[in-house]
């Protein structure tokens, strides 16, 4: 068995800019030679994404494009359903979006309100398990597809300035375990990469950001600071059929530092 892409398509949901953990999964998807295509919640970030996918491959360069706003029903099934009409069959999922109040980041996680939590949920969890319930019903997945989410160590420890967003990834991860057992006789799998600390646009409203990015260079086992490119590669296995006895698992990048305990 060999890194196959040829003929397979998928859906990437959550880039914001070059930098995004999305883009660079997206990124490596095209030098597999993977068929790409883009979800995006409102019209300036499509105009984004065109000029990013221009300097795709030959194959990706025009990628199709979706609108979806995953806080709402009716736009997960409009999208679903154009996506169905663009590419019949969808190979895999990437879901990488999130949000936070960021006012319940930093200090104490019990002021956090009631419509901010419902909404950190939401966006950030519930919209995993809306987007694939939805493709199942429309039988767009493909037999033996592959679904991945993006989450971060917050969501098994406690981590400053990281609060409600860490609540909000226990949540995913819980969902990638039980949306595993569920799709599995299916033959689908579920599992989701616990990036390190990287720069990416959401990481300008967690506090101290660059203090937890020093923190890994000293403490994790490598020494340094987890990159997008080895996030990217790591999503292209669990992509493809050399992953294919992979399932549930939260499969940490992070240069090692989720097994340090001091």
């Known amino acids: ?19 995004s953990i999305a883009w660079g999964i997206a990124q490596e998807l095209d030098k597999a030679g993977a068929k790409l295509i883009f979800s ?48 019949g069959t969808l190979n895999g999922i990437v879901h990488s979006v999130a949000f936070a109040n960021k006012d319940f980041l930093g200090d104490d996680y019990s002021a956090v309100d009631r419509a901010s939590f419902a909404q950190a949920l939401d966006i950030s969890a519930y919209s995993f398990t809306a987007i694939i319930r939805a493709a199942k019903l429309a039988d767009l997945l493909a037999e033996n597809a592959s679904l991945l989410t993006l989450t971060y160590l917050g969501g098994e420890r406690v981590i400053q300035n990281y609060n409600l967003m860490g609540v909000a990834k226990a949540a995913l991860e819980s969902s990638v375990r039980y949306l595993a057992s569920e799709y599995g006789p299916t033959g689908v799998r579920v599992n989701a990469i616990s990036a390190g600390p990287i ?64």
Do not use: W
């Not at 859906?11 to 914001?16: C, F, K, Q, S, W």
């Open 40 to 87: 995006y919640s409102k019209e300036r970030s499509a105009k984004g994404l065109v000029k990013l996918a221009a300097d795709l491959s030959d194959l990706n360069k025009e990628a199709p494009m979706v609108k979806c706003d995953v806080t709402s029903d009716e736009d997960i099934t409009t999208a679903v359903t154009e996506l169905k009409e663009k590419v």
């Open 199 to 262: 720069r990416t646009l959401s990481a300008r409203g967690v506090g101290n950001f660059s203090e937890s990015q020093k923190m890994v260079e000293e403490r994790a086992p490598l020494r340094r600071v987890t990159t997008v490119e080895e996030v990217g590669t790591t999503a292209v296995f669990l992509l493809s059929d050399m992953a294919s006895g992979i399932t549930g698992e939260n499969i940490h990048v992070d240069s090692g530092y989720h097994i340090i305990g001091y």
């Open 1 to 19: 068995m060999h890194l196959n892409f040829e003929n397979k398509t998928y859906l990437i949901m959550g880039v914001a800019n070059k930098r």
